[in-house]
């Protein structure tokens, strides 16, 4: 017989006397969690289609809008205007957070459904909420990298002036965390509507574009009919660029809001309701294994 | 620290049913595996394999019968039981953009006693491919990367579920000195297999199921009773393959050695294979070593030679390669 390749196999101890085996603390669920952030972010940034997608989708969006718009300074609202690319920023920010929180989570659970990488993992000891954990930690450092690239970019590139008080950025983070959570919430959720892993993204993109031209991010959402309006209040989208507007747009800019007003304990109440939902529900309806899968 | 007994058989299972609709997946199977043993388990697609494993995996929930896995019902195991099996599924193809290295490193902390990653990443042949990604990787290298992933934790009790599909025969062979390696080491192993030279060379027993149902359970050499069935003769007589079948080969290959006085052309003395029995017991085919029965060819067989009668068993599987799997015991 020619050598073993697993002849370095070292046996312990204990398997000499197989009969007593120490029973060893399993790794805390915070290690866990690190460990699962820390890979999904490895995996993530080698995607370089989902990358583009995803991370870039909202920088050149509004490099897009502040371009063809924004020509010969042209403004938005009553004199003296507001600038085309600080007006469509928030609504950049809000579908960015959609995209990398939303988009992102229910179509990578999807296929990694469909991969048998979910049966995989739920074959170890890993607890699933490490998983979970994972998933929302990673989500949350990639949608704050992709929000501070897409607002240097706007502040060096398209010369956009960005928020200098306090109460804005406090805005901002707090629209942002609940945003993300929200969307990494029903992304989880949503993972197991689409049929295949090949059919996530025919599933998940159609609903976010829709959302996106609905919801303020593309047109003026004060232009768009009333009943269009009242749709889109009923989804997330609306109420974080709503947030974003708050906070990037100068207080003139009230007179184009339709509720006269940036309604932030509304925008709390609806992504935190979207939050619990989907939590539930995504707690409820996961599933580890294909649906082909017994 | 606190220790724990392991007595007790790794897997016992008593009259388990799994039905989905009306069609009965598992209809009352019994397994012992004993501790330390190479357990494989044969049988053709559908006939309740991976629906079993799965069942003793903790992933499919039975509709009857006990089911004890290392002690534990793995219908209400926690992660700690988890941690003390390793699983190899078929056909999983995920975790493609991270490297080989990184995979292995990464399942190793879920563990709380793993392997060393580099000596699995080795034991697995996989060390030239460690910063490699899965994506790039051959059908039998993404199979062995599976397998360092199943052994990482150190398991007590290692599943395997095809484990060497898509393998090339060097691969097949490297990887069965590690899975006798991890057996020697104490790792109990539960297998199917396909590759019936693959349970000939690796199991110490092996349970076939058919329909749901163990038809046969014994040590490879004996299954099916296969250590009392007939042998073939073989030789060439006047350029003319004759063969026949016998009970008492020795008598017989003593006849042909009186006759020639020298060496018998071609002689060959071929016992029923693994997989001649495992085809009768699945009954796609009933084997003629079963009946003793005379048939057509070859021509020019005398039957006053010898009290045995002939068949022709060139159509039967395993004949072909029967030195191969000689020089590998």
Redo the contacts between chains.
Sequence with gaps: MTTAPAAGLTARATSDAPAVRPVRPLPSLLALSIERTRIELRQYSRERDAVVFIFAYPIIMLAIFATVFGQDGATVGPEPGIPFGQYFLPGMVATGVLLSSFQNVAMSIAIARDEGALKRLRATPLPPAAYFLGKVGSVLISSFAQMGLLLVVARLVFGIDLPTTADRWLTFAWVLLLGTATGAVCGVAFSSVPRSGKSASAVVTPIVLVLQFISGVFFMFSSLPSWMQQVASLFPLKWMAQGMRSVFLPDTALAMEPAGSWEHGMTAAVLGAYLLVGLVLGVRTFRWRRRDDG | ???????GPAIRVRDLHKH?GPKRAVDGIDLTVE??EIFAVLGPNGAGKT?TI?IL????VRDGGDVSVLGVDPHRAD??W??R?G?V?Q????????TVG?VVR??A?????P??PD??I????LRDKERT?SRQLSGGQRRRLDVA?GMI??P?LLFLDEPTTGFDPEAR??FW??I???RD??TTILLTTHYLDEAERLADRCAVIVDGRVVALDAPASLGDRASRHAVVRWTEEGVARQVTTATPTSVVSHLAARWSGEVPDLQVLRPTLEDVYLSLIGERSLATDEDTTQGAPAGHDPALLDAAALDLNAAPGLGAPDLKGSLR
Excluded at chain 2, 91 to 98: F, G
Excluded at chain 2, 122 to 125: E, L, S, Y
């Design positions: 620290m606190t220790t724990q007994t392991s007595a989905y501790r330390g629906t799965e995996e903790g992933f499919r992660a700690h988890r941690s099996i699983v599924l056909s999983v193809d995920d975790q493609a953009e991270l990184e990464h399942f902390r879920y563990y709380p006693d392997r060393d000596e699995v080795d034991a697995v042949g990604r992933l934790g150190r007590e062979h490297a000195e590690l006798l390696d991890l080491q104490g």
